[in-house]
């Protein structure tokens, strides 16, 4: 009996420790739950200031996207438009959720002479409208931002800043060319009126008649020029092809290279690139260099013609083996009316800048006195938006 009490007194013993241990276990395990419903309740606060902010911040983008005068479309990675604020729809129209930008392009827009500029497609009855169309690098997972502004009052202001310097630069030069005209000028009537001699013999008289017609002639050149000067940009576009456009210059200028004894070489790496630009304006600018290519070689030169290809230009280039134009010159050449030639008119280089210009390219001289000279004109390639 004594024994069996001994025992129950042990077994009471150990529970009563295990009964403290529990105890022990059970306040630190109710400290840690305090701890982490604090911790908890702070994440809480913090997220839920965070949640604020974020709310805050978005509205605050939603408002300025709204208020932007400028269009945002939000392309995804299929190219099709998944967002757009006001402005864009009032430029682009309705619908544009879900379309993709392609589609847009095609049915809402014609392409211009400049790169990211566009015609919004109107009734005939309402004035065009211009567009400009930016875009973003494309992020991680291949979305992009296009950012689209009406600059059709900008450019309307802008042409005419352009005809106003063209009107200032003739009115400048007017004595000039009037001194250009009145020499032909007076040279025809010179020859015209010996024309009218009975003393001639059918020999001279067709010698002056010739030279009459060749003044007369130059009297038109310059007159075109005129013309062709106060024009400025022209709008009539069509596909070019730069191999095409190599071979009719080619065709055009060959037999003055063979008339003033020259090689004529060209070299066409443009690998059947093509331009949507006016035709017939760009043609007369590069035949304009050429012609001054040929003006500035001697019997037995070489006059190269190239076309390249850059990452974002076509390259077309004339190379001749002239004396070289001095670089003090070289920032006049394409000032209007000023010529180095005491039979030139001074607007042929003024009109082929231009010409390149209104066509969003660039023309730019590289010469050194005994060295010859190269005329370079860049054009940007045609990209998709």
Not at 231 to 239: C, F, P, R, S, V
Not at 271 to 292: D, K, P, R, Y
Not at 308 to 322: C, F, P, Q
């Amino acid at each position: 009996m004594p024994a069996d009490q001994e025992q129950l007194q042990l077994a009471f013993a150990a529970f009563n420790e295990a009964s403290e241990q529990l105890s022990g276990v059970y306040q630190e395990l109710q400290h840690q739950v305090a701890q982490l419903t604090r911790e908890l309740a702070l994440a809480n606060g913090e997220l839920h200031k965070q949640l604020i902010e974020k709310e805050y911040l978005s509205q605050q983008l939603s408002f300025l996207l709204n208020a932007l005068p400028g269009g945002v479309v939000a392309l995804n990675v299929h190219e099709c438009i998944e967002q757009v604020n006001p402005a864009a729809v009032s430029i682009l129209g309705e619908p544009l959720l879900g379309l993709t930008w392609q589609q847009v392009t095609q049915e809402r827009l014609s392409s211009t002479t400049l790169m990211n500029e566009w015609h919004l497609k109107t009734p005939m009855t309402a004035n065009q409208r211009r567009i400009r169309v930016e875009s973003s690098a494309t992020d991680s997972v291949g979305r992009r931002i296009l950012l689209v502004n009406d600059i059709t009052e900008a450019y309307a202001t802008q042409e005419q800043i352009r005809r106003n310097q063209r009107l200032t630069s003739m009115g400048e030069m007017a004595a000039n060319l009037a001194h250009q005209l009145r020499t032909p000028l007076s040279t025809a009537l010179l020859y015209a009126n010996h024309l009218g001699s009975d003393a001639l013999t059918p020999a001279e008289r067709h010698k002056f008649a010739t030279k009459t017609i060749e003044r007369l002639h130059h009297l038109e050149h310059l007159t075109k020029d005129m013309l062709r000067f106060v024009k400025g940009e022209t709008t009539q576009l069509e596909n070019v092809v730069i191999s095409d456009l190599l071979a009719e210059l080619r065709q055009v200028i060959e037999p003055q290279m063979i008339q003033f004894n020259l090689q004529f070489i060209v070299h066409d790496h443009s690998n059947a690139e093509s331009l949507m630009t006016n035709h017939q304006a760009l043609c007369g600018a590069m035949i304009s260099l050429l012609e001054n290519a040929i003006q500035a070689s001697s019997p037995g030169d070489q006059i190269v013609l190239t076309s390249d290809l850059e990452a974002e230009n076509i390259v077309l280039s004339v190379h001749d083996d002239g004396p070289g134009i001095d670089r003090a010159l070289q920032e006049r050449l394409f000032e209007p009316f000023f010529t180095t030639r005491s039979e030139g008119t001074g607007l042929g280089l003024a009109i082929v800048r231009g010409v390149i210009q209104s066509m969003g390219g660039s023309v730019q001289i590289n010469s050194l006195p005994n060295a010859g000279s190269e005329f370079v004109i860049r054009l940007p390639r045609k990209k998709g938006d």
